[in-house]
């Protein structure tokens, strides 16, 4: 059987030299054929979940303390059986914020699939952005990296660099930080 996408609706119809007519017992017409093939598909994604996590942020010398009002938070859903698909984001907050020292990372809700793990020292996951909140002008979006080595996820930014406490910018009250990510996981 084939098939045709009209370009109004970005639907699935049948070609034109093709009955719509069931033809019983071989072939019970095309709506009902449309409508199991729907079912399939659709039932690749029934199975999804959300969940909320607090991703750890960390520093690979001495790590950042939040201030006031400052916050972790991430949410993910799983596409079951093996997908994961995530946003997290970090504020540092005001008085007491103390940005830490070294290459910072965050935690992910859910291990990568081991596959992955016998790939060189990191892969890429996702993309990510750091706001400068004193200077937008040294903002910059990232790609994000998964580090084998120290199970951390990691801002690398376009000149090559890592985001530590310096570096695209120093850290200070108010900044921010958000991302996203897609992996592959063992199925639960």
Known sequence: MGTTVTTNLALIKPDSNESIKANMPTFPGWAVQNGLNCDKLDSLFRHTSTHTWTPTWTADTTNPTLGAGGFTDG?????????????????????????????????????????LLTMNDSFILGRGY????????????????????????????HAGDYWRNTSPMTLSQSDRASGYFIYPTVAP
């Open 130 to 157: 750091i706001h400068d909140n004193d200077a937008a002008a040294t903002s910059t979006a990232s790609v994000l990296i998964y580090r084998i080595a120290d199970n951390t996820l990691v801002f690398r930014g």
């Open 75 to 115: 949410k993910y859903i799983r596409l079951y059986p093996r997908l994961v698909i995530g946003y997290f984001r970090l504020f540092t907050g005001v008085a007491g914020f103390a940005a830490g020292s070294g290459l910072y990372g965050f935690s992910l809700p859910v291990a990568p699939d081991p596959a």
